[in-house]
């Protein structure tokens, strides 16, 4: 089966992205920011799933060389690397981009739009040499083109930014061999959106039922994309969920609960 390199993935969609490739057979390398953090997740991995196939290594995205690493680390373990997943990324707090701080304007534009970039140049330049591969990009909210969000303008300028770096890697990765795709898995109830009102609990008291209503979870969005992405053969797709049936039942269905009440 296929060997899968996932950036981020310690928790969120990048670790049910793990999840779903290991239960399709995969052998998959997870990698976050910090060690400890990486550790755990490969031991609840390794508690489910057979050890020979995960492996984790620590991995800033935002650093070049530590990228580099992620791939030889991965083939030195698994001798290739078939697929390769940038999924790493960070959102801001929700904030006007004047109330942020420099420090978390530069960790957000770095994290998503230079460890997309860093990650894309490593996994090509690795595929070039080995002959195949395939590299899939994940996008967000700011790629759809969509009217901006109020106190996510730094966010969904990166993924903007990706938008518009994605659409160029399609008509620049000319081989036959290689292939190329990006990902926009819709609206999630991650840490990565609650995270945004950790200093707001009144507000997100007031709106998590309308996000627990319009949100998927992630391992089912996982287990979507990971069947997208082991069967696709074809370069420059851009795989998008688009979960508005289930929507739109779990809308009726709460409205139909408060007729009940």
Same mark, same amino acid.
């Given at each position: 089966?296929?060997?899968?390199?996932?950036?981020?993935?310690?928790?969120?969609?990048?670790?049910?992205?793990?999840?779903?490739?290991?239960?399709? @057979?995969?052998? $998959? &390398?997870? %990698? =976050?920011?910090? +060690?400890?953090?990486?550790? /755990?997740?490969?031991?609840?991995?390794?508690?489910?799933?057979?050890?020979?196939?995960?492996?984790?290594?620590?991995?800033?995205?935002?650093?070049?060389?530590?990228?580099?690493?992620?791939?030889?680390?991965?083939?030195?373990?698994?001798?290739?690397?078939?697929?390769?997943?940038?999924?790493?990324?960070?959102?801001?707090?929700?904030?006007?981009?004047?109330?942020?701080?420099?420090?978390?304007?530069?960790?957000?534009?770095?994290?998503?739009?230079?460890?997309?970039?860093? @990650?894309?140049? $490593? &996994?090509? %330049? =690795?595929?070039? +040499?080995?002959?195949?591969? /395939?590299?899939?990009?994940?996008?967000?909210?700011?790629?759809?083109?969509?009217?901006?969000?109020?106190?996510?303008?730094?966010?969904?300028?990166?993924?903007?930014?990706?938008?518009?770096?994605?659409?160029?890697?399609?008509?620049?990765?000319?081989?036959?061999?290689?292939?190329?795709?990006?990902?926009?898995?819709?609206?999630?109830?991650?840490?990565?959106?609650?995270?945004?009102?950790?200093?707001?609990?009144?507000?997100?008291?007031?709106?998590?039922?309308?996000?627990?209503?319009?949100?998927?979870?992630?391992?089912?969005?996982?287990?979507?994309?990971?069947?997208?992405?082991?069967?696709?053969?074809?370069?420059?797709?851009?795989?998008?969920?688009?979960?508005?049936?289930?929507?739109?039942?779990?809308?009726?269905?709460?409205?139909?609960?408060?007729?009940?009440?």
């Amino acid at each position: 089966m296929k060997t899968i390199v996932i950036t981020g993935s310690t928790r969120g969609i990048g670790y049910a992205l793990a999840c779903a490739f290991l239960k399709n @057979g995969c052998s $998959v &390398a997870i %990698s =976050g920011r910090k +060690q400890d953090s990486v550790d /755990a997740a490969v031991r609840n991995l390794t508690a489910e799933y057979f050890s020979d196939l995960v492996t984790g290594f620590a991995c800033d995205v935002t650093e070049y060389g530590q990228v580099e690493k992620l791939w030889e680390k991965s083939i030195q373990k698994f001798g290739t690397v078939d697929i390769w997943i940038n999924n790493a990324g960070v959102s801001n707090t929700l904030n006007p981009a004047w109330n942020l701080s420099a420090e978390e304007i530069e960790c957000v534009v770095k994290t998503n739009l230079l460890g997309e970039m860093f @990650g894309t140049k $490593v &996994a090509v %330049s =690795g595929f070039l +040499q080995q002959g195949y591969g /395939a590299l899939y990009n994940m996008e967000g909210m700011g790629a759809q083109g969509r009217r901006g969000v109020k106190g996510l303008s730094i966010y969904g300028a990166t993924k903007a930014g990706l938008r518009y770096f994605n659409d160029s890697i399609f008509t620049e990765v000319d081989n036959k061999s290689i292939i190329f795709g990006a990902i926009q898995p819709g609206m999630m109830l991650t840490e990565m959106v609650t995270g945004q009102y950790n200093n707001k609990p009144e507000e997100w008291e007031r709106i998590k039922g309308i996000f627990t209503i319009i949100s998927e979870k992630p391992e089912v969005v996982a287990d979507w994309l990971a069947g997208k992405i082991l069967n696709n053969t074809r370069n420059g797709i851009r795989l998008r969920y688009r979960g508005m049936h289930r929507m739109a039942l779990r809308l009726i269905k709460k409205q139909l609960q408060g007729k009940r009440q």
